[in-house]
């Protein structure tokens, strides 16, 4: 278990709707990262917070955003939901800003599904 | 994009022998990062190399890099079930944003 907590486990959603997903990072860390995993595929990097602030962006519309807050957890809001977005939503915490350059602890991973 | 390409893309082995899995990739890295996957669920992170390293240990895994070849190893040895998994690399690139970027993964199936 790395501790790293993501909620809710599983959700439908209808397409035009809009989504957020939670994201409990391990404690003494500051970054947190979002990745969209689709079926088969490997993760896909939506975008990291640190201490609160955007710290780099994946190739993703502006549709997907986030929050971190004070005690480092965070939300990814997905608005006007399409088909394509039905995907595995793993969130990542670390120690460091650079989180690639430090272990990254997944959490367990929302499983969204948009009919 | 993925910056890593794991290859073969699935395998299948008997338990006890040996399983092995290669990267590639395309440009310059800070480090090379192995994860596993069980059913679709979160990513376990098994072992980081960095760019001036070329090999590391734990337990049973081991991974080689070779920053000339722009590609990395994975070699598990003595496999057991429990070893059936999706494996991916995962690399940071030099002079980028703090990010992480897999590849598609190697489907490693352990046959009883």
């Known amino acids: 278990e790395t501790g790293v907590t993501q909620s809710p486990t599983h959700l439908i959603k209808t397409r035009g709707q809009q989504v957020t997903l939670r994201c409990s990072s391990q404690s003494g860390h500051n970054t947190v990262s979002w990745y969209q995993q689709a079926l088969g595929q490997g993760p896909q990097f939506i975008f990291q917070?640190?201490?609160?602030?955007?710290?780099g962006r994946g190739n993703f519309p502006p549709r997907f955003s986030g929050l971190q807050f004070p005690n480092y957890s965070s939300e990814l809001n997905v608005n006007a939901l399409e088909l394509d977005d039905s995907a595995l939503y793993l969130c990542a915490s670390s120690r460091l800003a650079g989180g690639g350059a430090d272990t990254q602890y997944f959490g367990p991973g929302t499983r969204l599904t948009v009919l | 994009s993925q910056q890593g390409e794991e290859d073969p893309q699935a395998l299948s082995i008997q338990e006890g022998e040996n399983a092995t899995m290669n990267c590639s990739y395309k440009t310059s890295i800070n480090n090379l990062q192995w994860y596993r996957q069980n059913s679709g669920r979160g990513l376990v992170h098994l072992i980081l190399?960095?760019?001036?390293?070329r090999e590391k240990h734990s337990g049973r895994l081991r991974v080689t890099l070779d920053t000339s070849k722009k590609s990395s190893s994975l070699l598990i040895t003595a496999s057991r079930a429990a070893d059936t998994a999706s494996y991916f690399c995962?690399?940071?690139?030099?002079?980028?944003?703090?990010?992480?970027?897999f590849g598609k993964g190697t489907r490693l199936h352990i046959l009883p």
């Open positions: 190399i960095r760019s001036n390293e």
């Open positions: 995962a690399t940071h690139r030099m002079n980028r944003d703090d990010k992480i970027i």
């Open positions: 917070y640190y201490r609160e602030e955007e710290n």
